[in-house]
């Protein structure tokens, strides 16, 4: 079952965005891990603009190949997790839980343009 519409998913992607951009700081991640996640957060933006949905300017790229590009990096997260930064107390947890929810908003987003489509306005 797919719960999450394209017009939702669009709305999820921009505010991770703003949340990779803005967890360095909030969380004092130590400069390897900052840039990893800066890195992170202008991947999902170049993805998110290109993706052929209501939230994408270009729309290059179907929903259907972002969102397996989305599942694909939310498993290497969870992997980096438990390899890269398993000694980091700080960055093990973040990179996890973020792996995890982008996982699970991949997984139960709908791909379908019809539930994308945008409702005029009543006058």
Not at 13 to 22: E, G, K, S, T
Not at 52 to 55: G, K, N, W
């Given at each position: 079952m797919k719960l999450i519409s394209p017009k939702l998913h669009g709305i999820i992607?921009?505010?991770?965005?703003?949340?990779?951009?803005?967890s360095p700081t909030l969380f004092a991640m130590p400069n390897n891990v900052s840039t990893y996640t800066y890195l992170l957060a202008a991947a999902q933006l170049i993805l998110t603009i290109v993706t052929?949905?209501?939230?994408g300017m270009f729309r290059m790229v179907p929903l259907g190949v972002h969102r397996i590009i989305e599942l694909i990096i939310?498993?290497?997260?969870i992997l980096s997790a438990f390899t890269l930064f398993q000694y980091d107390e700080r960055s093990k947890p973040y990179y996890l839980g973020l792996g995890v929810i982008w996982f699970i908003a991949a997984l139960f987003t709908d791909t379908d343009k019809k539930r994308d489509a945008v409702k005029a306005p009543i006058l």
């Open positions: 992607d921009y505010l991770l965005i703003l949340f990779l951009f803005a052929d949905y209501s939230f939310s498993l290497g997260l």
